[in-house]
């Protein structure tokens, strides 16, 4: 989800394209699907430069061997009816439409990441091809990856990618490493600042996440605030336990000060998938424990039988005053358990939920106070609206 400058509300889907409305809500959603131009119909994430909109997508149709789909796309966002280009990167001289984020940088330019991770959309989890960068004034393209920065980008499976303050910020998951008989090895945060990189891994300056041999983490978000502080959002196991966890293994948050990081762990909530800071200076998480790639109920996960539905707390958490509040089904309006994307609107300050399968969820800025209540409630000023994405027009 992104919210433009203009409050127009950009929303990426698994499997159905582009979608968009004005502010006011009051015309009816449009979009734009591969059929139109864009890369793909699975859509990763999504960036605001100026007048440009970038969009990425993760490939999901194979066919001969080969993806159909997936890439990069500028879309003009005073006519978004027709993408301007939908481009690859070709690593290791191979068009690879694995994009899973996309941030921009100040020169222009445009960084994407490349991977998917176990849980999440694309195929060939966990076996990424790092950071391209594409300059559109020269149509090229940089790229980096876990061998070329001796390891300052913590891993090849790229999640996603923020930009602030002058770094850019990107969180890795674990890959097949060449070098290690295609052993899975990495995973982290790395930052760059133009010209060096830094990594950190599980046990890194207190650095939280899932390691065994040479596997360092599998982190899904990194947000990188205006006010300069850093959140990875990830998860951790004991060593061994994973196979009888997965996916309620527990969900970490935290903090980099500038010289160490600080967790906080949830229990059982699967991963942290989305981290962003509000404009009162609030932190929100949301954690999923990933989709079934069938029917997906809107408590989530869904196995063969009632037991197998998510028996996670779910919901969002939002640090206040030091401490972390849980906001889920019981004790607010948030209709679904399995979180994507976090948003904030830049003019309202309204906190914006994309949800695997509950639709997306609007949490009011001027709300009452997150802290949980005693009772289930459906307070429409916690949550103000649930929206379910209709039959969209073009």
Do not use: C
């Amino acid at each position: 989800i992104a919210i433009d400058d203009g409050g127009v509300v950009w929303v990426g889907t698994r499997g159905d394209g582009l979608a968009w409305r004005s502010p006011s809500g009051a015309e009816e959603w449009q979009a734009l699907r591969i059929s139109d131009g864009l890369a793909g119909d699975t859509v990763t994430d999504i960036a605001v430069q100026d007048n440009l909109l970038w969009v990425t997508s993760t490939a999901t149709q194979l066919e001969d061997g080969m993806y159909l789909d997936g890439g990069l796309t500028a879309i003009d966002r005073t006519d978004p009816s027709a993408p301007l280009v939908t481009i690859r990167p070709e690593p290791n001289g191979r068009p690879n439409g694995q994009l899973s984020s996309v941030a921009v940088l100040p020169d222009g330019r445009i960084a994407v990441g490349i991977g998917a991770a176990a849980g999440g959309p694309g195929r060939e989890p966990h076996d990424g091809r790092g950071i391209a960068i594409y300059a559109p004034s020269a149509e090229s393209w940089e790229y980096f990856d876990y061998a070329w920065t001796s390891g300052g980008l913590a891993g090849n499976t790229v999640m996603d990618l923020s930009f602030s303050v002058g770094e850019l910020w990107a969180a890795t998951s674990y890959f097949r490493d060449s070098e290690r008989e295609l052993q899975p090895a990495g995973g982290g945060v790395s930052s760059w600042n133009g010209e060096t990189w830094s990594a950190w891994g599980a046990g890194d300056e207190g650095f939280t996440a899932y390691s065994e041999d040479f596997i360092r983490g599998d982190v899904r978000a990194v947000h990188a605030a205006p006010d300069g502080s850093i959140w990875a959002g990830t998860w951790h196991a004991d060593e061994g336990s994973l196979i009888g966890l997965w996916p309620f293994v527990d969900a970490v948050v935290q903090r980099f000060d500038g010289s160490r990081w600080h967790a906080e762990l949830f229990k059982g909530q699967g991963w942290v998938s989305g981290v962003v800071v509000d404009t009162a200076g609030r932190t929100w998480a949301g954690t999923t424990r990933g989709h079934n790639q069938e029917a997906w109920p809107s408590r989530g996960v869904r196995g063969d039988d009632a037991e197998g539905y998510d028996r996670s707390d779910g919901g969002l958490r939002v640090l206040v005053d030091g401490d972390w509040h849980a906001l889920h089904e019981g004790n607010s309006g948030l209709g679904a358990r399995a979180l994507t994307v976090l948003a904030i609107d830049p003019t309202t300050g309204d906190l914006w939920v994309g949800s695997e399968s509950g639709g997306i969820l609007v949490r009011d800025a001027e709300g009452i106070s997150p802290t949980p209540a005693p009772l289930p409630t459906r307070d429409p000023s916690t949550i103000r609206a649930i929206i379910h994405l209709p039959t969209v027009s073009r």
